[in-house]
């Protein structure tokens, strides 16, 4: 059974970072992708990126050049890493793994992004 611990979330200003991070339990398989979703109140959970062995990664459109997602396949873990943070990154932040047709999640965080 795979398991997704998240950590990092909080309050940051406009403009500030934080730094996401995932840690997987259970069997997960490095060509199966693992990413970040996000859901603000009222709207439909969106990807914000993800990685797939050997480094293929995917981001949103809203968060390119200021998102970086990793992934430390040997401790099973992905962070991301969120700079320049605005008003609009402000939603529950949830830890994503897809494995042959079955997606996991984690329990969420949230980040609020606000002066």
């Known amino acids: 059974q795979v398991q997704l611990v998240e950590s990092g979330g909080g309050l940051v200003q406009p403009g500030g970072s934080l730094r996401l991070s995932c840690a997987a339990s259970?069997?997960?398989?490095?060509?199966?992708?693992m990413g970040w979703y996000r859901q603000a109140p009222g709207e439909e959970r969106e990807l914000v990126a993800s990685?797939?062995?050997?480094?293929?990664?995917k981001y949103a459109d809203s968060v390119k050049g200021r998102f970086t997602i990793s992934r430390d396949y040997a401790k099973n873990t992905v962070s991301l890493q969120m700079n320049s943070l605005k008003p609009e990154d402000t939603a529950v932040y949830y830890c994503?793994?897809?494995?042959?047709?079955?997606?996991?999640w984690g329990q969420g965080t949230q980040v609020t992004v606000s002066s």
């Open positions: 259970g069997t997960i398989f490095s060509l199966q992708p």
């Open positions: 990685i797939t062995s050997p480094e293929t990664r």
């Open positions: 994503w793994y897809h494995n042959y047709g079955v997606d996991y």
